[in-house]
């Protein structure tokens, strides 16, 4: 049987090896780290199926220039590459049309309604269930004029129907005693629940991959023996060849460099995410937060709490700014008066960032046996086992349950 090779072992291309090697396929994954050390190692553990809304939406051009003028604002873009960001950013401005944000809108609701009928099917057939947590999230907010600025977010979950819950101040703090008494309300998220640790769920995964029989391999990928119509095989920085029958390219932020060695360019970018991870906070959670106008999360997660959030553009090779982190953490003692900072660690990753906020996933456009599965942004978590389910579909020519034609890699 030809080998299929499933390029990047985060959280997205762990789960379609899994589900590839489940239904019979012979899978090599390779990645040029460990399983789980790219986004999947640090992202904000949550599975957020209220936040498929489309980041080119009128509410955030509202307050953009705001945060561009803020050095501490919720997005920051480095003067040095700004010149790279411009197609990027007319690609985003045309996903703000009225009719496209509906479209857009409809294609992030349609996955986010089926996470859990995925999610909840891998989880329990891995025997990860204890990985899901059975709490929800709060999104927090000071007053009345700061949830009114949040109502584009509630009008869509009420137009695709998610659940929610508005609270008032008491019932906030018999939730999360922790919380500051400077927040009045709150809207809880029931269903958008939390992973005990990311990066342990990946391994897990990963685990599972390799007792049905398939392969890991670590290498960096640089280049894909091909002809015009098929990979035949990839072609490792040291020296390898990876036979492929077919190849699936999962690489995250990363995976925009790959597609262009295909001459089948995507309008990827990275942005970049920072997290602090604090081990000894001094306060107990059960529920994970968000305060939109400080455009900060908390999680707990990892055996502590994780203060995550901002976007970064400053591409894949720029250095670190901890700074980012620093305010952020900042901003969660606003919200969390007692917590301390013992025990913590920094740490920057990549989300695969499309303009349109909506993930490519399926055929390449070019060549036959090629597959994309990337650009979930801060989604991938959340997509992660819908993902694998319809990549599988696809790749062993089943009918998907969803229209996949607004997740095209040629939809530019």
């Known amino acids: 049987m030809a080998q299929t090779v499933v390029v990047g072992a985060g959280i997205i291309g762990t789960a379609i090896a899994y589900q590839l090697q489940r239904r019979g396929e012979s899978v090599v994954l390779v990645d040029r780290s460990a399983p789980g050390k790219g986004a999947s190692y640090g992202n904000m553990a949550s599975i957020a199926v209220t936040e498929f809304m489309p980041a080119s939406r009128p509410g955030i051009w509202a307050q953009m220039p705001g945060w561009m003028l803020d050095p501490?604002?919720?997005?920051?873009?480095?003067?040095?590459?700004?010149?790279?960001?411009?197609?990027?950013?007319?690609?985003f401005i045309a996903a703000s049309r009225p009719s496209k944000l509906r479209e857009l809108e409809a294609a992030g609701s349609?996955?986010?309604?089926?996470?859990?009928?995925?999610?909840?099917?891998?989880?329990?057939?891995?025997?990860?269930?204890?990985m899901l947590s059975a709490e929800g999230c709060l999104s927090l907010y000071t007053d009345e004029a700061e949830f009114k600025a949040d109502h584009e977010h509630i009008e869509i979950l009420d137009r695709f129907g998610f659940r929610y819950e508005v609270l008032g101040g008491n019932a906030i703090r018999d939730l999360e005693p922790a919380i500051t008494t400077r927040i009045g309300k709150a809207v809880l998220f029931p269903d958008n629940r939390s992973v005990s640790d990311p990066y342990k769920l990946v391994l897990?995964?990963?685990?599972?991959?390799?007792?049905?029989?398939?392969?890991?391999?670590?290498?960096?990928?640089?280049?894909?023996e091909h002809d015009a119509t098929a990979v035949k095989s990839i072609c490792l920085r040291?020296?390898?060849?990876?036979?492929?029958?077919?190849?699936?390219?999962?690489?995250?932020?990363?995976?925009g460099r790959l597609s262009a060695m295909l001459g089948e360019p995507i309008p990827l970018e990275t942005e970049r995410g920072y997290h602090t991870q604090i081990m000894a906070p001094g306060v107990s959670m059960r529920h994970s937060l968000i305060w939109p106008a400080r455009a900060f999360m908390v999680t707990p997660t990892a055996g502590g709490i994780r203060v995550g959030g901002t976007v970064e553009m400053a591409g894949l090779d720029a250095a670190p700014d901890y700074r980012r982190a620093k305010v952020l953490v900042k901003r969660a003692k606003e919200a969390l008066p007692d917590l301390k900072v013992e025990g913590a660690s920094e740490w920057m990753g990549?989300?695969?960032?499309?303009?349109?906020?909506?993930?490519?996933?399926?055929?390449?456009?070019?060549?036959?046996?090629?597959w994309y599965a990337t650009g979930h942004g801060h989604l991938g978590l959340?997509?992660?086992?819908?993902?694998?389910?319809?990549?599988?579909d696809l790749i062993t020519g089943r009918k998907p349950p969803v229209d996949m034609r607004p997740y095209r890699v040629d939809r530019f």
Request: hydrophobic letters at 40%; charged letters at 20%; one cysteine or more.
């Open 72 to 91: 501490e604002g919720p997005v920051r873009i480095r003067p040095s590459y700004m010149p790279r960001l411009i197609p990027w950013f007319l690609r």
């Open 110 to 130: 349609i996955l986010c309604s089926r996470v859990y009928e995925d999610l909840d099917a891998l989880l329990a057939e891995t025997g990860l269930q204890h």
């Open 204 to 224: 897990a995964l990963a685990e599972k991959f390799q007792q049905l029989g398939g392969t890991m391999e670590t290498g960096d990928v640089v280049g894909f």
């Open 238 to 255: 040291d020296g390898r060849k990876l036979q492929a029958g077919g190849a699936v390219l999962a690489a995250g932020a990363f995976t």
């Open 350 to 370: 990549h989300r695969p960032a499309m303009p349109d906020t909506i993930p490519v996933m399926g055929q390449s456009a070019k060549r036959s046996n090629v």
């Open 382 to 392: 959340t997509y992660g086992a819908t993902t694998a389910r319809l990549m599988a």
